[in-house]
């Protein structure tokens, strides 16, 4: 696990070090805590599959629609990520005056 010395406890919030062969040893005025479970606390980012389409609006028309299979974590993300990949695969070199974005969730399989 990594950053394990970071994470805190779900239960009563102390450190993950402080919990020894899973107690709780961290003292406070009542004495050691007693906890004897350590849960981590979910701080993971889930990231998910977003079907991302997008078309530029340049020289008066809109381009083809292109899409994208992305993983982020936000709708945002997705968004960004698609944009610069489908900048990157850009043919033309033309000033783009607008963008369209279209996001659709993958549900998980
Ligand atoms: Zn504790
Ligand atoms: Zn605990």
């Known amino acids: 696990m990594p950053a394990a010395s ?58 083809p629609d292109v899409t994208l299979r992305v993983q982020a974590s936000t709708m945002g993300g997705a968004a960004l990520k698609a944009l610069r990949q489908a900048k990157r695969e850009r043919t033309t070199r033309r000033h783009i005056q607008q963008i369209r974005v279209t996001l659709v969730p993958v549900p998980k399989a």
Do not use: M, P
């Open 6 to 63: 970071r994470e805190t406890c779900r239960h009563c919030r102390h450190a993950s070090y402080a919990h020894v062969d899973g107690e709780c040893l961290a003292r406070d005025q009542e004495g050691t805590c007693g906890c004897v479970r350590f849960d981590a606390v979910q701080r993971k980012i889930r990231q998910r599959t977003w079907l991302v389409t997008v078309a530029f609006f340049e020289k008066n028309r809109w381009t």
